[in-house]
């Protein structure tokens, strides 16, 4: 629990750099976040501004108002006797 309210602080941190011709925004990836300050913090010499760099190379778009919807279908039961010759 301390360790991913660490990681959501310090990607709050993070600058991400845009360039003005991107169509989206981009957030941090948390994911990979917290995987890098877990290892931030084993390692014995820890470069906060390294960590602050690496964090910033693994973002993803936001895509605002996404209206595509998941086509999820229903699986049909399948009998236990089916491998069963008669």
Same mark, same amino acid.
């Not at 994911?31 to 906060?48: P, S, V």
């Given at each position: ?9 310090? !990607? #709050? ?8 011709? &991107? +169509?989206?925004? $981009? ?15 084993? !390692? #014995? ?8 760099? &690496? +964090?910033?190379? $693994? ?28």
């Amino acid at each position: 629990m301390v360790m991913s309210k660490f990681s959501s602080r310090i !990607a #709050n941190q993070v600058v991400i750099e845009n360039e003005k011709s &991107d +169509i989206h925004t $981009y957030k941090v990836n948390m994911k990979m976040a917290i995987y890098l300050c877990k290892k931030f913090y084993r !390692a #014995n010499k820890g470069n906060g501004k390294r960590l602050m760099r &690496d +964090i910033a190379k $693994y973002t993803e778009p936001v895509h605002p108002n996404r209206k595509d919807e998941r086509n999820i279908k229903t699986k049909s039961f399948v009998g236990f006797t089916y491998g069963i010759s008669a």
